[in-house]
């Protein structure tokens, strides 16, 4: 048997701000749209792999998303962490921590709220191909 993780499903406020940013900024294609009755969804995805990130929009309800206590980040990796961390930032993103280079793991992270709040991990592998890319 095997198995993988596929796709995630976060809740947006605004369908066509967050395609901006996944796919404008971040660089994920869409590969789907869906319309049903009360909710827009869009399926995003790397021609390089990984799993695949599904935005859900409720027409029917307003305002911020409730971020609770459920998530606490999205990862992203990246081979070039400093400069999709510049690129979210110049597209309005807010900066909880600049790229740095971890002591522990060969990795260079950085930290920024997408534009509902999502707490995005920006990481690049210094020792290869993260797993997530084929």
């Known amino acids: 048997m095997e198995n993988s993780l596929g796709q995630y499903c976060i809740y947006v406020s605004d369908m066509d701000r967050s395609v901006a940013f996944w796919e404008g900024v971040v660089g994920i294609p869409v590969q789907s749209r869906t319309d049903i009755p009360g909710v827009k969804e869009v399926v995003l995805q790397a021609e390089v792999g990984g799993s695949r990130i599904q935005l859900a929009q409720q027409?029917?309800?307003?305002?911020?998303?409730?971020?609770?206590?459920?998530?606490?980040?999205?990862?992203?990796?990246?081979?070039?962490?400093?400069?999709?961390?510049?690129?979210?930032?110049?597209?309005?993103?807010?900066?909880?921590?600049?790229?740095?280079?971890?002591?522990?793991?060969?990795?260079?992270?950085?930290?920024?709220?997408?534009p509902d709040g999502y707490l995005i991990e920006f990481m690049q592998n210094h020792e290869g191909r993260r797993p997530s890319l084929r």
């Open 59 to 114: 027409l029917d309800r307003g305002g911020p998303i409730e971020m609770g206590t459920a998530v606490w980040k999205i990862y992203v990796d990246t081979d070039d962490c400093q400069a999709l961390y510049d690129k979210a930032i110049a597209a309005g993103c807010e900066s909880v921590s600049e790229p740095q280079q971890l002591d522990r793991w060969p990795v260079t992270v950085a930290f920024a709220k997408d």
